[in-house]
């Protein structure tokens, strides 16, 4: 098994910026993909990045629009998403997650293991 732990939400001013952080632990790997995905209330939880295990290969949600980096720190077993020029409509509750087979996928059914998410909340 493996657990997530996500931190580094809160409340933030309309382009302001965050950086959550990811905790893994448990029976880990770094070659794990990584990703971090979003929900809003009376929304469908959406795909926000993912990172592969060596941190060559990214991918991104497309509302992003590079206001978002991921990264991760296998040393460390944590991966990060840094939230550039936040807006109102990035507050959702964020999750992180792994997948344990290779590609950087969109899909959240392809998903393991999940966190219990930390709340971004962002104001005008």
């Known amino acids: 098994q493996v657990q997530l732990v996500e931190s580094g939400g809160g409340l933030v001013q309309a382009g302001g910026s965050l950086r959550l952080s990811c905790a893994a632990s448990?029976?880990?790997?770094?070659?794990?993909?990584m990703g971090w995905f979003r929900q809003s209330p009376g929304k469908e939880r959406e795909f926000v990045a993912a990172?592969?295990?060596?941190?060559?290969?990214?991918r991104f949600g497309e509302f992003v629009k590079d206001r978002f980096t991921i990264s991760r720190d296998n040393a460390k077993n944590t991966v990060y998403l840094q939230m550039n020029s936040l807006k109102p409509e990035d507050t959702a509750v964020y999750y992180c997650?792994?997948?344990?087979?290779?590609?950087?996928?969109?899909?959240?059914?392809?998903?393991?293991?999940w966190g219990q998410g930390t709340q971004v909340t962002v104001s005008s």
């Open positions: 997650a792994a997948r344990s087979f290779p590609g950087t996928s969109s899909d959240q059914r392809s998903y393991d293991y």
């Open positions: 448990g029976r880990t790997s770094s070659s794990y993909v």
């Open positions: 990172i592969s295990g060596r941190a060559s290969v990214t």
